[in-house]
């Protein structure tokens, strides 16, 4: 997560420096293909107003609801029980903001390790990432570790 320091960090569009009392947003980094059109925001500090009017904002208010929604769970899909243990926990990240790919029902889902390991979607999610990737549509590794998984 992008660290703020007031009156030294700057904002990623306007390139102003951030003050105390200004509406600001941190965008995690969360959003693993390297050629989804907001993976550039990917752990990068704005002013709330700056991205309300980015031509992109339609998008990133999607994914900020998104990601507020799973931070407050940690749930696993699988067996719906809390996940306690950090060492357990598995996270998919945002797939996709676009709500047509078929990626897109598992942005942010949480798993025990173990219980990823068994669950039987695990094999749509694999091909969608091989197809995406031999169709040029994905680029990056940071999810290659499901391709073995
Ligand atoms: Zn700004
Ligand atoms: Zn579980």
Not at 36 to 51: A, E, Q, R, S, W
Request: charge should be negative.
């Amino acid at each position: 997560m992008a660290l703020v320091f007031w009156g030294s960090t700057k904002c990623d569009l306007c390139r102003k420096v951030l003050n105390v009392g200004d509406q600001i947003v941190t965008f995690p980094n969360a959003i693993q293909n390297e050629l989804d059109p907001l993976y550039n925001f990917n752990d990068k500090v704005y002013h709330l107003t700056c991205l309300m009017n980015s031509p992109q904002w339609n998008e990133i208010d999607l994914f900020l609801k998104q990601y507020s929604l799973f931070k407050r769970t940690k749930t696993c899909v699988v067996c719906e029980q809390l996940i306690t243990n950090p060492e357990e926990y598995l996270n998919l990240g945002c797939l996709t903001i676009d709500s047509k790919n078929p990626l897109f029902k598992y942005n942010f889902l949480e798993f025990h390790k173990q219980h990823f390991k068994q669950w039987s979607e695990k094999w749509e999610i694999q091909s969608q990432l091989r197809q995406q990737k031999d169709d040029k549509l994905w680029s990056g590794n940071s999810l290659d570790w499901i391709l073995e998984f």
